[in-house]
């Protein structure tokens, strides 16, 4: 599995609500199913992804998926376009797990750069959500200039907090991710800017999943 990006904050987007339970899944920890998620790109919206610069790849042990982007930037200051202080990116996911299993975001890694002048600042933020669930709200992850470095930051989830995909219905699965940067107080003309890319234009955010047995498998 390739190194990723990290993303503070993410997991929490799925401590929206409990399922109704009968949709439960069993409890107790399972070991990734044998058979291969698959996950496909639904619709990707948003200033921080424009077509053709994400990408979601699946480990190999089915424990994580890392989804990628090459054109993700928001800066202020200078001559940044006055739109380009926030960039987001909505994924919709499709995604297919092994008969008899379901999943869970159990935390997510993040990592980007940021080049912040002295009185300007950054943040991330994340949250996540099942189709047909009411979307969590946003966590925010800050950062003060001056600051000239890659950033990064893990959120996790405890067990008992898990928002499960229900067993036996497909729905879509749904990230919202946005940078944004204020130029503040800093000098008239300095720049200022947060990624969630790399000079080489490639930039993974990892999610790791949890796995249950659904009920009567």
Same mark, same amino acid.
């Not at 990408?55 to 054109?71: G, H, I, K, L």
């Given at each position: 599995?390739?190194?990723?990006?990290?993303?503070?904050?993410?997991?929490?987007?799925?401590?929206?609500?409990?399922?109704?339970?009968?949709?439960?899944?069993?409890?107790?920890?399972?070991?990734?199913?044998?058979?291969?998620?698959?996950?496909?790109?639904?619709?990707?919206?948003?200033?921080?992804?424009? /077509?053709?610069?994400?990408?979601?790849?699946?480990?190999?042990?089915?424990?994580?998926?890392?989804?990628?982007?090459?054109?993700?930037?928001?800066?202020?200051?200078?001559?940044?376009?006055?739109?380009? @202080?926030?960039?987001?990116?909505?994924?919709?996911?499709?995604?297919?797990?092994?008969?008899? @299993?379901?999943?869970?975001?159990?935390?997510?890694?993040?990592?980007? @750069?940021?080049?912040?002048? /002295?009185?300007?600042?950054?943040?991330?933020?994340?949250?996540?959500?099942? /189709?047909?669930?009411?979307?969590?709200?946003?966590?925010?992850?800050?950062?003060?200039?001056?600051?000239?470095?890659?950033?990064? &930051?893990?959120?996790?989830?405890?067990? &008992?907090?898990?928002?499960?995909?229900?067993?036996?219905?497909?729905?879509?699965?749904?990230?919202?991710?946005?940078?944004?940067?204020?130029?503040?107080?800093?000098?008239?003309?300095?720049?200022? @800017?947060?990624?969630?890319?790399?000079?080489?234009?490639?930039?993974?955010?990892?999610?790791?999943?949890?796995?249950?047995?659904?009920?009567?498998?």
């Amino acid at each position: 599995m390739t190194g990723g990006l990290l993303l503070s904050g993410a997991v929490a987007a799925l401590l929206a609500t409990a399922l109704p339970a009968a949709q439960h899944p069993s409890s107790g920890f399972t070991d990734p199913p044998p058979d291969k998620i698959v996950i496909k790109v639904a619709t990707v919206n948003g200033s921080g992804c424009p /077509q053709g610069t994400t990408a979601v790849a699946v480990s190999e042990d089915n424990t994580a998926f890392t989804v990628t982007y090459s054109d993700y930037l928001a800066q202020a200051g200078g001559n940044s376009d006055p739109t380009a @202080f926030r960039k987001n990116c909505q994924l919709n996911l499709v995604v297919h797990v092994p008969q008899g @299993f379901t999943y869970a975001v159990a935390s997510a890694d993040y990592r980007g @750069f940021a080049a912040l002048q /002295q009185g300007a600042s950054g943040a991330q933020r994340a949250s996540y959500y099942f /189709q047909g669930s009411p979307a969590t709200a946003y966590r925010n992850h800050p950062l003060s200039g001056p600051y000239n470095d890659n950033w990064q &930051a893990t959120d996790t989830t405890d067990w &008992a907090q898990l928002v499960w995909a229900p067993c036996g219905v497909q729905r879509n699965f749904n990230i919202n991710t946005e940078l944004r940067v204020s130029a503040g107080t800093s000098a008239p003309g300095k720049v200022s @800017f947060m990624t969630m890319d790399s000079t080489d234009g490639d930039i993974s955010t990892v999610y790791h999943l949890a796995w249950k047995e659904c009920p009567g498998r």
